[in-house]
């Protein structure tokens, strides 16, 4: 496909998209967590965003249309892509180290076993549902082609890295509603600055923790003494119980009333949810390293309460922008890396981040109805509030 015939797709979307928001409230920003006065630990970043991380990208197509009984390929359609990009226009010429893991398997994130072999993510990191995994990673590689990725790299395949999260709840999810021309978009409008939280992108048709969820992100700062890094976390939550949820260390879905989601199908297919996460530091950290930092992503949604129920993807992914020139491949290269012993602030900043983006995804969602008129709350501020007052964990 031409680059001209993929920016025809594009202007088309962002006057389709933007009209299609489908929300009883569009304005934007919306609120987050810190906001509403929950306590975290860490020092965030100025955007408290992945896009603290100098470089990186992110780009999304939101897709809201239509209202009330299902017709499979007709609506109602709450989906959408979120793509991430971890070196801007030069991701496709320049690789980074990268390192994966998947807590819990009941998911999909194509392109791992190559990070896993490689060392290298080669390029960006996209999030769907779980039906449009294929045309996302088909449209990926036409965007790269079309970007002349193969001219300017030698590299004349692709295993581009897709990950899905599950919105058959709210979504014609067998509709199929996601088309290359939305992938085009998510890639080619990808900025930096503020990232849209909540049910945009491909959050949006998702459920967390018994209430909407969606897109969130995070980020935290590094003391002088630590090496002064950034590293942040952009999420796609789906996953857990209202029962289990715990912001700021208090079960808070257990004093917040609310219908559950999925009350209506047996128990033992309720937990129907997934994660997806993807970390970004410019700490010089190696492949192996950044399969350490993956593995901390795990603690992070620990604390707010995830299980890793057996019906969960929980599958994440971490990269760093340093070492720009590791994937020359005509001469010896010559590498910086963060000594094994000095991680822990790392750790630690993996942990808060992920913590309070499944937070702030939660906490810019809105109400949803989706496909035979079912409804998914969001959380809601006020009792929120309320509830951390009463355990003195509000810091407004």
Request: aromatic share 6%.
């Amino acid at each position: 496909m031409s680059r001209q015939l993929i920016a025809l797709f594009a202007l088309t979307l962002l006057t389709s998209v933007a009209s299609a928001t489908g929300s009883t409230d569009t304005s934007w920003p919306r609120p987050r967590a810190r906001d509403l006065g929950v306590p975290f630990d860490g020092t965030p970043g100025p955007l408290n965003a992945i896009t603290d991380v100098d470089g990186v990208l992110v780009g999304q197509t939101t897709l809201i249309s239509g209202d009330g009984k299902l017709v499979v390929g007709q609506g109602p359609v709450r989906t959408g892509v979120t793509a991430v990009l971890p070196r801007g226009a030069a991701s496709m010429q320049h690789f980074s180290f990268a390192g994966w893991y998947a807590q819990n398997g009941n998911g999909e994130m194509t392109g791992t076993t190559w990070v896993e072999e490689s060392g290298f993510l080669e390029g960006p990191v996209l999030i769907t549902n779980t039906h449009s995994v294929g045309v996302v990673r088909d449209a990926v590689i036409a965007w790269r082609v079309a970007h002349g990725a193969a001219d300017a790299t030698g590299a004349w395949w692709s295993l581009p890295v897709v990950a899905e999260t599950w919105d058959g709840w709210l979504n014609d999810i067998n509709g199929f509603h996601v088309k290359p021309e939305h992938v085009f978009h998510a890639l080619d409008s990808a900025r930096s600055g503020p990232v849209e939280e909540g049910a945009v992108g491909g959050g949006t048709g998702m459920i967390c923790n018994g209430f909407k969820g969606g897109i969130g992100t995070s980020s935290r700062r590094l003391t002088d003494k630590d090496g002064g890094y950034m590293l942040g976390v952009l999420v796609q939550c789906n996953y857990g119980t209202r029962q289990n949820l715990r912001i700021a260390g208090i079960p808070v879905g257990r004093e917040i009333y609310s219908e559950d989601p999925y009350a209506s199908v047996p128990s033992d297919v309720q937990e129907r949810g997934s994660i997806i996460v993807v970390v970004a530091t410019n700490a010089p950290l190696l492949s192996h390293q950044l399969k350490r930092i993956a593995r901390r992503v795990s603690l992070g949604i620990g604390r707010d309460g995830s299980i890793a129920g057996n019906g969960s993807g929980d599958i994440f992914i971490a990269f760093s922008t340093a070492n720009p020139t590791a994937s020359d491949v005509d001469h010896l290269v010559d590498l910086k890396m963060v000594p094994n012993d000095m991680m822990d602030p790392l750790f630690a900043a993996t942990v808060e981040a992920t913590e309070e983006a499944v937070v702030n995804a939660m906490v810019a969602a809105q109400d949803m109805t989706g496909i035979d008129g079912h409804h998914v709350r969001a959380l809601p501020h006020d009792q929120l509030r309320a509830v951390l007052a009463r355990y003195n964990r509000l810091t407004n």
